[in-house]
């Protein structure tokens, strides 16, 4: 009980004021303490082991950043460094030219504005209906719940490629009937129901060249990698203790109100992820707005590397590694608005993650 | 009237119980809702479509629509028989694709230990990491893709590292470090050392397609409770050993649901040498019929391949909660 008064190692403990405490003991002199602490193996493989992570992690973030700095020199390059054998990374005719006729031959500002329309849209609806359709797969228990949960991971299997004739066909003369159309082509049938039924004219049902197409897609979960994302959020509120809505159920909240009150908020860190997800993958997607922007009046982003601009074409031998980098260039102006909002938003990314628990 | 309201509470306590079951089964329906109704009316009628058309052959009238005429498995048989380079790309794409699936898992798996490790400059590395996954997608990679086509074509005399060949940082890496003489003194079989090789060549693809996967396993490590670490420490369990017994166990689930990620993603990502060639299909005249039994092929062998490799690995899975 009475330890201190009677072990007279025991260091002393004065009261110095009311809230504090002076102790007193004897101390083991700094060369003995530097010996143990430093001069052991344990200390030394913790040493080396820092010094291999260290240089392991900034090795692969040199390989991950090397090509895209390399862009970023070869962007400011002139013509004649494209000839010149001593230039590797810095420039020595340093020039803006390429910005500059990206920029404007190519209507950079047009596509940021049609992309940027595009993917906030998207990415909107698509964490919206994801969020919904993963709370609807994770927490009801309703008949079929496993089989179009399969369906869902079907979607996220499917190249998309395989669809890619068919969407479209699909989306330029579009029908609400299109599941009944479907089998009655293969009894020779080619026309559209919705149109012969209502008598709409065929160019109102031709949805190419609009956002509905993606639109439609988004509204349903079923655009890019949307299936990836119903996953993460059936994943999430798996984790979410079902305490939480049966109190809210218990005190009159109807199963949408709680949904709307409790579990959105509840889940923003996981929405923003998936956002972030949906928005820079709808910003640098190719494969929707080739498909159905077919017009070339519509600027959307591949369109600024798919074109060499008028001003820079000048057959010289420098010519074809010149485009390689206008291409380049492209490349780093589509992307430049996304490392803005990415270098904002990382920290909601890995924490929306972290928090997911996507445990299979 | 009073005793009534004595019994009712037992008596209503139980239907009010069924139907909220009831209520809250239907309330599922409403909440899937939007994607069932978009998947009939607009998904299932084009995966059908697809399906079909992939059956028929397609003949372009003068007007400009064209007609379809079905002729059962030919397209199949024409891709599979009659198409010389489809075969030995689909054969060569997978076996690439397999040898790639296990260097992506078990690398993200050590970056994502690395990374969770606490150090400086942390968060500065996950977000370095993080990058690929938003910049090397869809018009970056298709850049980058004809640009290192065209590097290849024309010998690139002059010394302008234009980022073109993403990996030639990595490949640079790999001669300077002369790994192929390292491992070839090393007496373990040329075929192991062809393997690491390929590995390191391609470093960059291979950084660049584990973004996602090591954001699953870093979620993973840290909802291991620490407590376990704890008492391991204080059994004296090593680091090695911790890891082993520990968080490999933990972790599997996570080994699972990233294999069927990356399977899935490597397979239909665009950059791949099988979905190349069935674009360049597609692209010629009357191949778009062929172009569709292609992909329907591929799809049945990735089907195929999940399904073989989910069985293996969640053999081995280890769950701490059964529910």
């Not at chain 1, 949904?259 to 972030?276: A, C, D, E, R, Y």
């Not at chain 2, 075969?87 to 898992?105: F, S």
């Amino acid at each position: 009980m009475n330890n201190q008064a009677t072990n007279p190692n025991a260091p002393k403990i004065t009261k110095e004021t009311k809230n504090k405490i002076r102790v007193e003991f004897e101390r083991t002199d700094a060369w003995t303490r530097f010996k143990l602490k430093y001069l052991t193996t344990k200390f030394l493989k913790q040493v080396l082991w820092v010094i291999f992570r260290l240089v392991l992690l900034v090795g692969i973030s040199f390989v991950i950043l090397s090509p895209l700095l390399s862009k970023i020199f070869s962007s400011f390059m002139g013509k004649e460094d494209f000839v010149d054998v001593t230039v590797k990374y810095i420039a020595k005719y340093p020039t803006l030219e390429m910005y500059r006729a990206l920029i404007t031959e190519n209507h950079y500002a047009q596509a940021v504005l049609n992309t940027a329309l595009l993917s906030v849209f998207c990415a909107l609806v698509q964490t919206f209906i994801c969020t919904l359709v993963g709370y609807g797969f994770a927490k009801f228990k309703f008949k079929f719940n496993k089989l179009l949960f399969f369906l869902v991971i079907f979607t996220m299997v499917i190249p998309q490629r395989t669809l890619k004739l068919s969407m479209f066909l699909n989306f330029k003369n579009f029908d609400f009937f299109a599941l009944i159309t479907a089998f009655l082509k293969m009894f020779g049938y080619e026309g559209n129901l919705t149109q012969s039924i209502f008598g709409i004219n065929a160019n109102t049902l031709n949805l190419l060249n609009t956002f509905w197409p993606v639109a439609i897609l988004s509204l349903g979960g079923l655009a890019f990698k949307n299936g990836l994302y119903i996953f993460m959020m059936r994943q999430y509120f798996k984790g979410v203790p079902d305490e939480l809505e049966e109190s809210a159920y218990l005190d009159g909240s109807g199963v949408f109100r709680t949904f709307m009150t409790i579990i959105i908020p509840l889940s923003v860190p996981m929405m923003i992820t998936i956002f972030l997800f949906a928005f820079s993958w709808q910003w640098t997607d190719m494969f929707y707005t080739e498909l159905f922007f077919t017009k070339s009046s519509i600027t959307m982003m591949p369109d600024i590397v798919k074109v060499i601009p008028k001003s820079l074409i000048d057959p010289y031998p420098g010519q074809s590694m010149r485009e390689a980098a206008i291409k380049n260039t492209g490349t780093l102006l589509i992307i430049a608005p996304l490392v803005v909002i990415y270098l904002f938003c990382q920290r909601y990314l890995i924490a929306g993650i972290e928090r997911s628990g996507i445990v299979g | 009237m009073n005793r009534q309201a004595q019994l009712s509470p037992n008596l209503s306590k139980r239907r009010g119980g069924a139907s909220l079951d009831k209520r809250k089964a239907r309330a599922g329906w409403w909440f899937i809702m939007p994607f069932l109704l978009v998947f009939l009316l607009v998904y299932l009628p084009i995966v059908i479509d697809s399906i079909w058309v992939s059956l028929c052959e397609l003949k372009i009238l003068q007007g400009g629509g064209f007609k379809t005429n079905f002729v059962g498995l030919q397209n199949y048989r024409d891709a599979l028989f009659s198409d010389a380079n489809f075969v030995k790309t689909l054969t060569t794409g997978l076996k690439q694709l397999v040898l790639d699936i296990p260097a992506i898992v078990i690398f993200s798996l050590f970056m994502a230990v690395l990374l969770n490790q606490k150090m400086m400059g942390r968060a500065v590395f996950r977000a370095i990491f993080f990058i690929p996954v938003i910049i090397s997608t869809g018009i970056v990679a298709y850049v980058d893709q004809s640009n290192a086509m065209l590097s290849h074509m024309v010998d690139s005399s002059s010394g302008i590292d234009t980022g073109t060949g993403a990996e030639s940082a990595s490949e640079a890496m790999a001669n300077a470090a002369s790994l192929d003489w390292l491992f070839g003194n090393m007496k373990i079989g040329s075929e192991l050392t062809e393997y690491v090789m390929g590995i390191i060549r391609d470093v960059y693809s291979i950084i660049s397609r584990s973004g996602v996967q090591m954001l699953i396993f870093l979620a993973g490590l840290q909802s291991i409770s620490p407590a376990i670490y704890e008492s391991c420490s204080i059994d004296g369990a090593a680091a090695w050993e911790t890891f082993w017994k520990i968080t490999f166990p933990m972790i599997s689930p996570m080994i699972l649901v990233n294999t069927v990620y990356t399977v899935i993603d490597s397979f239909t990502s665009s950059t791949n040498s099988v979905m190349r060639y069935i674009d360049t299909i597609y692209e010629k005249v009357g191949g778009n019929v062929t172009s569709s039994a292609m992909s329907w092929l591929y799809f049945l062998i990735v089907l195929a391949l999940i399904g073989i490799v989910g069985g293996i690995v969640s053999s081995f899975i280890f769950y701490q909660r059964r529910d």
